[in-house]
């Protein structure tokens, strides 16, 4: 069982930072994915990253302020978030997977989820 847990979420000014990290504990990722969603909204995809040659993927809306990293040694996947807008207030989510290594964009192919952390992005 792998066991997915987020920090790093809070208020932050339009403009500003925040860093988010996934720990996973239990098994190694072979990928994982920041997804976000907003109150009335469905899921979105934000970043992936694939665990074994570290290739990067970005929704265009983000592309350029925020960045998806890992850790492998903490087995640990971050995301980067800069220049902050208001639009990028939601939920967000680690999302993970210890065997199936081809990044996927749609929320319904991973099997391991964190419990959320919030993001509030004020104007």
């Known amino acids: 069982q792998v066991t997915l847990v987020e920090s790093g979420g809070g208020l932050v000014q339009a403009g500003g930072s925040l860093r988010l990290s996934c720990v996973a504990s239990g098994r190694t990722f072979s990928r994982a994915s920041w997804f976000r969603q907003a109150p009335g909204k469905e899921r979105e995809f934000v970043a992936a990253i694939s665990w074994r040659t570290g290739s990067t993927y970005y929704q265009d809306s983000v592309k350029g302020r925020f960045t998806i990293s890992r850790d492998n040694s903490k087995n640990t996947v971050y995301l980067q978030m800069n220049s902050l807008k208001p639009e990028d207030t939601a939920a967000y989510y680690c999302?993970?997977?210890?065997?199936?290594?081809?990044?996927?964009?749609?929320?319904?192919?991973?099997?391991?989820w964190g419990q959320g952390t919030q993001v509030t992005v004020s104007s």
């Open positions: 999302a993970a997977d210890t065997t199936v290594a081809r990044i996927s964009l749609s929320p319904n192919e991973y099997t391991y």
